[in-house]
């Protein structure tokens, strides 16, 4: 069993349009995903204050830690 625990969401047609331009515009020539788009605004728009991790990398990667972890 994995100890991460990720759930659904939809979202409008124009919402979804603007995070697939939004993955274009964060990292471009770099294909983000979805969801790794939309924790990158929800950690840019609100910080990591509600994240549980206190500032631990917890082993995992993907383009936004890889980016913020190259500045």
């Known amino acids: 069993m994995t100890p991460y625990k990720f759930r659904t969401v939809s979202l409008n047609q124009n919402t979804y349009d ?3 331009s939004l993955s274009k515009t964060i ?21 990591d204050t509600l994240d549980g991790s206190n500032g631990k990398n917890n082993g995992t990667t993907n383009a936004y830690t890889r980016k913020e972890a190259s500045k």
């Open 18 to 20: 603007k995070v697939g």
């Open 27 to 47: 990292a471009p020539g770099i294909n983000l995903s979805f969801a790794s788009t939309i924790d990158y605004a929800v950690g840019k728009l609100i910080g």
